[in-house]
């Protein structure tokens, strides 16, 4: 070989002399990533598994405050429970370089845990250890197996950041079984229980901030995703504010704390708190996909497009199996005008999670915006229920020319939806062109109305484009606190 580049530098001259310098160019290494996956139960009854994954989830959540090293969220993680998958698959599948694999074996106050750091391209041990101790010394084995990847994969762990901890052991176990309750949701009974369950943590352990947070959490789900009456609506977000502010309090650099915060803060139109919130948060967990999710949240809110749909990347990097973190990117690239990516974004989402309604609207949308109302009128026909049916049909109908049907449409949602949904009115009132019936709507959305948290996304969302040269525009964003930051269309 070396022969053959001498002789290549003699005929060819300094053309070869570029061409022999790649080839003996080493390609840098690609920089650390992790994915751990779901620890085994092998206690005696197997009536540990929440033991075990809540073990796995607190690693993960201590390796995510690592310098510079890429750590897969667990909603793409936790899909291969019980994979059979060889571990250069998972890798392969998650884009790692290194896989965690562990198990857990409690008996009675004992517990011994065993975790094996796998090289993602050949399968071959980086490192392994097994630790035994008392369950109450569980925070300590799980800080050994983050420090210890950590040292293996040569970064560094940043303790401060590390999740806050309760020296209640039962309060432990309790956050470990609700937290399994909350990874099996599917319905908001189930999202109650799971309320419940940190509910029974703080009386455990008041002092412990990150049941706190769920508890935030729980009642953001609550009041965005219930349609009780207004004043509940209100209720649970205040409640949810009161207990990120304690989670906070209790702990201020727990970064998942702010972030929540921001998120209630942002539908409670508090814009400027929400991006206080995201960016403090961002500055404590940079590699945690929640924190970045809200981030992209609030950028996209004040009109910081390109930020929003690079937060919005970065989420999906760090949780590339997830639906909800694709179905994101696909709403950030709408309200920033890319249609391919919000196209693309909202095909893999509905890939990975054919269920994923949000996904489908955002694709409908672009089918409306790139002139294929048709499309959008076929999927709003297909809708199950009367309210996404009316309103997606009033914009199809309005595009494709059928004034009486697009008319009837609206008038339909009005009857059945119009005192609940000012916003969605006020959205098809802009669609359709309606500029003065759009900002009455709007100003009862902004009065009250049940969708009052969806006023912040207003300035970003591509279906009231129509009302940006209005007079009327600028001055109602600054009554939102959103104007300075998204003049001019998204």
């Not at 003996?24 to 075990?52: I, K, M, N």
């Not at 412990?208 to 977000?237: C, H, N, S």
């Not at 504010?241 to 942002?266: K, M, N, S, T, V």
């Not at 006023?455 to 001055?475: G, I, N, V, Y």
Request: with cysteine; glycine share 8%; charged share 25%.
């Amino acid at each position: 070989m070396g022969r053959l580049l001498v002789g290549l530098l003699l005929v060819c001259g300094p053309v070869a002399g570029i061409a022999a310098a790649l080839l003996l160019r080493r390609e840098p290494p690609p920089p650390p990533s992790v994915a751990v996956l779901p620890f085994a139960d092998l206690s005696p009854g197997r009536d540990q598994g929440y033991l075990a994954e809540g073990v796995a989830i607190e690693i993960l959540n201590g390796l995510s405050s690592v310098d510079r090293l890429r750590v897969i969220g667990r909603a793409s993680t936790f899909l291969f429970r019980g994979s059979t998958l060889e571990p250069t698959e998972i890798a392969r599948q998650l884009g790692v370089t290194t896989v965690l694999l562990g198990s857990v074996r409690r008996e009675g106050s004992r517990v011994r845990v065993s975790a094996r750091l796998v090289n993602g391209a050949d399968g071959t041990a980086l490192w392994a250890e097994t630790y035994e101790k008392e369950v109450r010394d569980l925070f300590a084995i799980q800080d050994d197996i983050a420090l210890d990847v950590a040292s293996a994969l040569r970064v560094k762990l940043l303790p401060a950041a590390i999740e806050p901890r309760t020296d209640v052991p039962e309060a432990y176990l309790a956050f470990l079984a609700a937290e399994e309750t909350t990874r099996q949701v599917s319905s908001m009974e189930d999202w109650g229980r799971a309320r419940e369950g940190y509910e029974k943590v703080i009386a455990l352990d008041p002092t412990y901030a990150p049941a706190w947070a769920r508890v935030a959490t729980i009642w953001g789900v609550w009041q965005a995703k219930m349609e009780p009456r207004e004043e509940d609506r209100l209720a649970a977000r205040r409640r949810g504010l009161e207990a990120a502010d304690r989670a906070i309090a209790l702990a201020p650099g727990f970064g998942r704390g702010y972030a929540q915060r921001g998120f209630l803060r942002l539908c409670n139109q508090d814009v400027a708190g929400a991006q206080s919130d995201v960016t403090r948060a961002l500055e404590l967990n940079p590699s945690d996909d929640l924190v970045v999710y809200r981030t992209a949240n609030v950028f996209q809110v004040t009109g910081r497009h390109a930020d929003a749909v690079r937060a919005a990347r970065r989420a999906v990097d760090l949780n590339p199996l997830s639906s909800s973190r694709w179905q994101q990117l696909s709403l950030v690239c709408l309200a920033a005008g890319d249609h391919p990516c919000a196209r693309k974004a909202a095909e893999r989402a509905l890939e990975i999670s054919p269920s994923q309604t949000q996904a489908e609207e955002h694709l409908a949308i672009v089918n409306l915006l790139d002139g294929r109302a048709a499309e959008m009128a076929r999927w709003a026909a297909a809708r199950p229920d009367d309210y996404d049916r009316l309103q997606y049909t009033a914009f199809a109908e309005h595009a494709l020319g059928h004034g009486a049907a697009s008319e009837a449409a609206t008038s339909a949602f009005e009857a059945a939806y119009g005192a609940a949904a000012p916003f969605t009115m006020a959205r098809i009132e802009a669609w359709r062109g309606r500029s003065d019936a759009a900002f009455e709507w709007l100003e009862r959305a902004r009065a009250g109305g049940t969708a009052l948290d969806a006023l912040p996304f207003l300035a970003s969302d591509p279906l009231f484009l129509r009302l940006h040269t209005d007079a009327r525009w600028m001055p109602f964003l600054r009554l939102l606190g959103i104007a300075p930051a998204t003049a001019g269309s998204p």
